[in-house]
């Protein structure tokens, strides 16, 4: 917040277990309110809602996959998508779960349509079981 900000008040109806859940998670947090908590999902809401719809501009955020390497050649195949994605891919990180599943996160930036993209390519993989990608930064500052 900066202090040339102007704030608005306004209401909101919810469910009385949702508002207990909110406030339980906020406190869980550390989060000094339910003003800045708000704040902060509200924030998120619009970085993701932007970045979902949006087929141009820049982003930052990480492609977190969950994949069985006992199949044959996956490793191969995500180490080949890797290399071709080298522009994108900042950083990648390899955590083995179990005896059979792996995590691998990738920190990613550069175009939407081409993180969106090469998300989509570790999807249609045989042997990945999840893919989920986090946005951090979108193109412009959010308040």
């Known amino acids: 917040m900066t202090e040339s900000e102007n704030f608005i008040r306004f209401s909101v109806s919810l469910p009385e277990d949702l508002l207990k859940e909110f406030d339980k998670v906020t406190e ?3 989060i000094q309110g339910r003003s800045d908590a708000i704040r902060k999902a509200m924030r998120d809401f619009i970085v993701n809602y932007t970045w979902m719809h949006s087929s141009v501009g820049s982003m930052a955020g990480s492609i977190t996959i969950i994949l069985d390497h006992e199949i044959t050649g996956i ?3 995500i180490t080949e998508l890797e290399h071709k994605n080298i ?7 390899h955590v083995h779960l ?3 599943e792996c995590m691998i996160v990738l920190a990613v930036r550069g175009n939407v349509k081409d993180v969106e993209k090469l998300n989509n390519e570790l999807l249609a993989l045989k042997g990945v079981k999840l893919v989920k990608y986090t946005i951090m930064t979108p193109e412009a500052e959010l308040p």
């Open 28 to 30: 869980i947090l550390g």
């Open 75 to 77: 490793m191969d195949e």
């Open 87 to 93: 522009n994108l891919i900042a950083s990648s990180m």
């Open 98 to 100: 179990d005896e059979r």
